[in-house]
Antibody, heavy 127, light 108 residues
């Protein structure tokens, strides 16, 4: 059974760096093909993908936030960490981590989309 | 960057009836299109991936169709628990995952 859970501060001040941790179980980020992503959602608004990290430590970032984002993993702890620098009130929202699904057909790994999500953590940016 | 649009913004339907939600991509995403359901205070739940494949545990009343740039999510025999916000998402245009703005399904 795959589960994920986000943790981190609920309140950060403008210009500070946000650090969020995703702790997961039911899979290993050292297994080929596995990846974990972060998605956020401002209050009352749509979802926005932020970053993705693969089992081989390959990383992808949203172009609109690339210079501010860092994603890392700690395979021994089954955790993924997201850092977002220079926080602004517009960064207020619920931050989710999610497992990206996929399957191996014997020759190629087919990547799908986010199939398991954490419950999310609300982050408010305010002085 | 691919832009996703959804229509209608809000759809009011009576329980037991059918709801049809639309999603359009600004360029072809082949069939790399997913639908998510989100209820207030909850994380999104994957319903459909690959444009028409139901995710594990999703009831058969949810069906997806389309390819390229035009997609549809149909919910037949609406039940009370189906009233929520629905998002489409493309995962074809690497490195981006792009979500639509969402459609709210209301009880009529």
């Amino acid at each position: 059974q795959i589960t994920l859970k986000e943790s981190g501060p609920s309140l950060v001040k403008p210009t500070q760096t946000l650090t969020l941790t995703c702790t997961f179980s039911g899979f290993s980020l050292s297994t080929p093909g596995v990846s974990v992503g972060w998605i956020r959602q401002p209050p009352g608004k749509a979802l926005e993908w932020l970053a993705l990290i693969y089992w081989d430590d390959d990383k992808r970032y949203s172009p609109s936030l690339k210079g501010r984002l860092t994603i890392t993993k700690d395979t021994s702890k089954d955790q993924v960490v997201l850092k977002l620098t220079n926080m602004d009130p517009v960064d207020t929202g619920t931050y989710y981590c999610a497992h990206r699904g996929g399957y191996y057909d014997g020759s190629v790994y087919h990547y799908l989309t986010f199939d398991y999500w954490g419950p999310g953590t609300l982050v408010t940016v305010s002085s | 960057e691919i832009v996703m649009t959804q229509s209608p913004v809000t759809l009011s339907v009576s329980p037991g009836e059918r709801a049809t939600l639309s999603c359009r991509a600004s360029q072809s995403v082949n069939t790399k299109l997913a639908w998510f359901q989100q209820k207030p205070g909850q994380a999104p739940r994957l319903l459909i991936y690959g444009a028409y494949t139901r995710a594990t545990g999703i009831p058969a009343r949810f069906s997806g169709s389309g390819s390229g740039t035009e997609f549809t999510l149909t919910i037949s025999g609406l039940q009370s628990e189906d009233f929520a916000v629905y998002y489409c998402q493309q995962y074809n245009d690497w490195p981006l995952f792009t979500f639509g703005p969402g459609s709210k399904l209301d009880i009529k």
